[in-house]
């Protein structure tokens, strides 16, 4: 399944006060990378942004008057996030302000699979600080570009974070609709030992697998054992 990192800007935090989106950003992940496919608009809210909002992304609404508005760019965000898997850090705030814009419009609401990434954090870090620009301290992303929050670099942030927190887990695990052809299998002929069946990997599964563990050591700082047993 295609996987779509999302991010909002908003007039501020609450769509039932009749806040609105204000720019609305998503990039399609290919792999381990962000690929050239993205959506991004500015949108025009029609009403004022609450100061507390614009002091976090910056933007008034003068500054987005006369862009489109929602109902304007409504078919092609749809047209591209069909059928895949959302991923956004703190998606229920995301998810409501897109579905209440639907709503306005008529439509229903999103039916894709969402992840949460914060609430992955959270498991993954307990107790600890998990907003974005935590993570990327903590898994060494830079984001010292980072001034005010943006919709379209959030997202590319939440990228990198995702496939840090991940290890490559999807990749090492391969696509479940993809058949497998592997090469031939090696039966053990130790007399020692049971006979094993051994399924020798593909030259991408190598690659996988080699990436995961740069992952693994860059994020434990240089204490990955198994590197540290490969270069002995």
Known sequence: MRK?????????????????????A??????RKVSSRHFHHYVDPEREIDEEAARVHGFTW????????????????????????????????????????????GLPP????????L????????GKRNGLDAL???YEIDNTHRTLHGALLDTELLAE????????????????AAPLIRQPAVLSTDALRLSVRVLQPFPDELAAHALQLADID???????????????
């Open 4 to 24: 779509i990192v999302l991010d909002t800007e908003t007039t501020g935090l609450d769509p039932k006060k009749g806040h609105r989106i204000i720019e609305i």
């Open 26 to 31: 998503a990039i399609e992940l290919e792999g």
């Open 62 to 105: 003068d500054m987005l008057r006369g862009r489109a508005r929602f109902a304007d760019i409504a078919p092609g965000f749809l047209e591209f996030i069909a059928g895949a898997e959302l991923l956004a850090h703190n998606a229920p705030f995301d998810m409501s302000f897109i579905n209440n814009e639907l709503r306005l419009l």
């Open 110 to 117: 999103l039916a894709n699979p969402v992840v949460d990434t």
């Open 119 to 126: 609430k992955m954090a959270r498991e993954m870090h307990p």
């Open 136 to 138: 990327c301290s903590r």
């Open 161 to 176: 974070v995702y496939f840090a927190m991940t290890r490559g887990q999807e990749s090492l695990l391969g696509d479940d």
């Open 218 to 232: 860059k994020a434990s700082r240089g204490a990955c054992l198994w590197k540290q047993l490969e270069a002995a």
